[in-house]
């Protein structure tokens, strides 16, 4: 079935810092792949989306490019803020049903 | 943008019982909302999908008479723990969907944490 895969562990950086958080999928079809970002006592927010391969997906700074050949969607941003501070979780769509499959998050804590 | 409430965003309650958690959409009507759960430094995983006015779509391997989802109105699902178990102790998430181009968006609800003792 449709998985996804996060880089394991919390990433902890310091302000202005590049960040990168992997994502990796496995999927039958042509998923949509999302970022959701979830700030402390608050739900889940998309964050961005990219539908095909070759889009790139962009919002508040950070980006990420779906890549089929790679099977890959890794979110970036050039200089994080303490603001930055969250859990963010990649996600997978097939046919557009809604029906989200998850990575396991991972906890960005930006130090000042 | 539009907003989902859970209810209670964390609830504890005695082996054997049973617990409801409510979903509402705030600000538009959601003929379709998502129920998850979340597992300690596990992944979100989908249960069922809730539709309005029928029954709930099940995912596989989650007891639907165990965990009955109700979608009485177009603002409202409710999920019911029936006699609850520790084991179902866990991290219960909703989302509802707003029609519109590119399949519509998701919007998701705070959360509710449930503890069985």
């Known amino acids: 079935g449709d998985s996804v895969t996060q880089m394991e562990g919390p990433v902890t950086l310091s302000e202005e810092a590049f960040l990168t958080i992997n994502c990796t999928y496995t999927?039958?079809?042509?998923?949509?792949l999302f970022w959701y970002v979830q700030y402390p006592g608050e739900g889940l927010q998309l964050l961005l989306k990219a539908t095909k391969a070759d889009d790139k997906g962009s919002n508040k700074g950070f980006e990420a490019t779906y890549r089929k050949e790679t099977t890959s969607f890794h979110l970036e941003k050039g200089s994080v803020q303490v603001s930055d501070s969250a859990v963010y979780f990649c996600a997978l769509s097939e046919n557009g049903n809604n029906r989200l499959a998850f990575g396991k998050g991972n906890q960005v804590v930006v130090i000042p | 943008g539009a907003v989902v409430s859970q209810h209670p965003s964390w609830v504890i309650c005695k082996s054997g019982t049973s617990v409801k958690i409510e979903c509402r959409s705030l600000d538009f009507q959601a003929t379709t909302m998502f129920w998850y759960r979340q597992f300690p430094k596990q992944s979100l995983m989908l249960m069922a999908t809730?539709?309005?006015?029928?029954?709930?779509?099940?995912e596989q391997g989650v007891e639907k008479d165990k965990f009955l989802i109700n979608h009485a109105s177009l603002t409202l699902s409710t999920l019911t723990v029936t006699s609850a178990h520790p084991e179902d102790s866990s991290f219960y998430i909703c989302s509802a969907r707003v029609p519109g181009p590119s399949y519509g968006t998701i919007y998701f609800g705070e959360g509710s944490w449930l503890t069985v003792v």
């Open positions: 809730s539709n309005e006015g029928s029954k709930a779509t099940y």
């Open positions: 999927a039958t079809g042509y998923p949509s």
